[in-house]
């Protein structure tokens, strides 16, 4: 049962990542006992499963994920959200407003207008069907403040690192309030426009080094230097 | 136009361009040239520059098209009017809309289609310059535009043609050695799983010649192969340094 690549080497679709009795894990296929990439990214072999962290993949949506999306189309029932993935999202409208609300009299464009952002958690996803969103829970609703950034959405574990330390420590740094879309939108809001810059530039270096060890100390390193460059 | 030459092969056993019959033009390749995409390649083959840009999955345009079980492929080939020597209409001509349905059908097996449906990706392939043997290096390019814009895929795929000229098997021919030699055999393959996807014959051939010509095709496949991969790593190189 050999396997074929170091840990965490680059491989590319097709590459031939293990033999024999080995379970495929994401971004993977297997075929006749093998099992191949099925995506450009990084290995990781755990115990028998075989994953590949894409390094670049589009988001897909999955029941229980929180998202930020922008609406995009205003209907008579409700809205059309773009959530950053093959398929829109769908708002409803009775989902928003609590009061009992009928489409001749009401104008939704009141409560939500095309380019608002909103946090949203998906209630409802399959294959046949579009993703519905809900903002029925605390927490989530029309954003009013903050800045939204953006990344790979593969990326977003790295970002909240092992048991949260990464996040935390972000968020314990600057200050800030951070709510990380798992398709790949992040919301930032700090009590000054410069921690909102510092978190942002942090989450953007966490993107583009995700790879790379020891990574919580020199993100932490770095919004100290930032921190004092501000003050001095 | 240029002159018809009255030999494509000299004294020597050399074409044309001075390659041996079992040689490649050089070839370059680069991923991610074009950043409003979500996937993009270039690819130079001796004298063909072709871009390739894709994008998706993304909501299907228009709606009826969509398919409920699996995503629907899109191809569009356009050669550019200054890419030939005579001027060609920039309409899609025949031989455009025939060649984006064989590059579409070569690279369909390598794309997982039923993991999004109802949804598109759209492959655009732009030829700049023509020198014969288009539609291989489109494919090429077209596949690790597919692996970059993130799509899972089954393998990349890697084209690449042989053809008769003057009697003798030679790999990928230019222009010239197409319009004048007597055979051209494209083919398109899927290297680990050593799966053909493309298969087109041109002229005529015997049949151990045709043999010999699709074994010749196979061989320049698998030696494009390793330039594609180390094209599309090559974009993440930086990523890999860091972290030794």
């Known amino acids: 049962m050999p396997t074929f690549f170091e840990r965490r080497q680059l491989v590319t679709p097709g590459d031939l990542l293990a033999e024999g009795a080995y379970i495929p894990g994401d971004n993977t296929y297997k075929e006749d006992k093998k099992i191949y990439a099925s995506r450009l990214g990084l290995v990781e072999y755990e115990d028998k499963k075989v994953n590949v962290v894409a390094l670049k993949a589009f988001y897909v949506p999955m029941v229980g994920d929180t998202v930020i999306g922008t609406i ?161 | 136009m240029s002159k018809k030459p009255e030999k494509l092969i000299d004294k020597k056993g050399l074409r044309l361009d001075g390659r041996k019959p079992d040689e490649l033009r050089p070839i370059e390749i680069e991923v991610g040239v074009l950043p409003n995409t979500d996937g993009s390649a270039y690819i ?17 345009h228009p709606k009826h098209l969509a398919l ?23 309409a899609p001509s025949r031989r455009d809309i025939e060649l984006s349905k064989v590059i579409r059908e070569a690279l369909e097996p390598s794309v997982f289609l039923e993991y999004y449906p109802r949804t598109g990706i759209d492959i655009y392939i732009e030829v700049l310059e023509a020198d014969g043997g288009t539609r291989c290096a489109s494919i090429t390019a077209a596949s690790l535009a597919l692996a970059e814009a993130g799509i899972p895929m089954q393998d990349l795929v890697v084209a690449c043609a042989a053809g008769k000229v003057d009697d003798t098997i030679v790999l990928d021919l230019m222009d010239t050695e197409d319009k004048v030699g007597e055979a051209d055999v494209p083919v398109a393959l899927m290297p680990n799983l050593n799966a053909i996807t493309l298969l087109q014959m041109d002229g005529i051939l015997s049949l151990e010649e045709f043999e010999k010509a699709v074994n010749l095709a196979l061989e320049g496949c698998r030696k494009i192969y390793p330039m594609q991969k180390e094209a599309l790593k090559a974009k993440y190189v930086n990523v890999e340094e860091v972290e030794e």
């Not at chain 1, 009992?100 to 009141?110: A, I």
């Not at chain 1, 409560?111 to 579009?130: E, M, P, S």
């Not at chain 2, 409920?68 to 920039?90: G, I, N, W």
Request: aromatic share 4%.
């Open chain 2, 68 to 90: 409920p079980d699996r995503t629907v492929l899109r191809c569009r080939y356009h050669m550019a009017p200054f890419s030939v020597q005579e001027r060609k209409s920039p």
């Open chain 1, 72 to 232: 995009v189309e205003v209907g008579f029932n409700g809205w059309t959200v773009n959530i950053n993935s093959p398929y829109p999202a769908l708002l409803r409208a009775s989902d928003v407003l609590s009061r009992p609300f009928r489409p001749q009299r009401n104008d939704l464009s009141e409560v939500l207008n095309i380019g608002d952002l909103v946090i949203g958690k998906i209630v409802a996803y399959d294959r046949a069907h579009d993703p519905q969103l809900t903002v029925g829970e605390p927490g989530l609703g029309k954003i009013t403040r903050g800045q939204v950034v953006e990344i790979t959405p593969s990326k977003i574990p790295r970002l909240i690192g092992r048991k949260g330390s990464m996040i935390s420590m972000i968020k314990e740094e600057t200050g800030c309030h951070i709510i990380l879309g798992h398709n790949g939108m992040i919301l930032v809001t700090g009590k000054s426009l410069e921690n909102e810059q510092m978190a942002i530039m942090a989450i953007h270096k966490i993107e583009e080094e995700s790879h790379t060890a020891g990574l919580t100390d020199r993100i932490a390193q770095m919004i100290e230097e930032e921190k004092t460059k501000q003050e001095g």
């Open chain 2, 44 to 60: 130079r083959q001796g004298k063909n520059k072709i871009l390739a840009a894709v994008y998706g999955p993304r909501e299907m």
